[in-house]
């Protein structure tokens, strides 16, 4: 038994007015009963409704990360396109100095020896003793060696000479050093105070005709 959706009173199953108030119960008493169904059409906009509501989602959502893959998907080729890895693995050509006249290559390794020994400095000379490079790389390692013997004189002086005479030997070496490695780049390097004392004078050169 239904009630009376307007003044609640009861209402038998077969009745489709209620005896109190004369409102219509046939809708409640047949959807109650279970026999109440929804017209078509509206079944129809409640599927659509419910699928449109459920489908615009998903879809948006879809697209969205279809999108998204398509997107990090094109950046990666492009990427990997202007990517070269050999462009950055590949250490830069270092340029070589190029000789300033032609007995400076033909001499490059010896002016550079010529400061570590006195034997190679004679041999220099004796060889290239007429060109003007080679005499401007001697009269450096001469110099060099006069600045060994002026520190040699120093550290006879006990205490203060041998302080004055030690630091003196070890900026030697680092002139040494300067001076190996300038020859080797075609270039020379000229040592403070015995480096400029004129101890070998440089050649005149004819004027080509």
Request: neutral net charge.
């Amino acid at each position: 038994m239904a009630n009376c959706s307007a003044c609640g009173a009861a209402i038998p199953d077969d009745t489709r007015f209620c005896p109190l108030c004369g409102a219509a119960v046939v809708a409640a008493a047949a959807g109650a009963a279970g026999g109440y169904e929804q017209p078509q059409y509206q079944q129809q906009g409640y599927q659509q409704q419910y699928q449109q509501g459920y489908q615009q989602p998903y879809q948006q959502g879809y697209q969205q990360g279809y999108q998204q893959q398509g997107y990090q998907q094109g950046y990666q080729q492009q990427y990997q396109q202007g990517y070269d890895p050999n462009a950055y693995q590949q250490a830069p050509q270092k340029v070589k100095p190029a000789a300033p006249c032609p007995e400076a290559a033909q001499y490059r390794i010896l002016t550079a020896l010529s400061y570590l020994s006195p034997l190679f400095l004679i041999i220099m000379l004796v060889l290239g003793g007429e060109y003007n490079y080679v005499r401007k790389h001697a009269q450096q390692s001469l110099a060099l060696l006069m600045w060994y013997f002026l520190c040699s004189i120093c550290m006879i002086v006990p205490f203060l000479g041998w302080f004055v005479g030690g630091i003196g030997m070890v900026v030697g070496f680092v002139f040494m050093i300067i001076c190996v490695v300038r020859a080797l780049k075609y270039d020379i390097y000229i040592i403070p105070i015995t480096g400029k004392w004129n101890i070998i004078p440089q050649k005149e050169e004819t004027p080509a005709a």
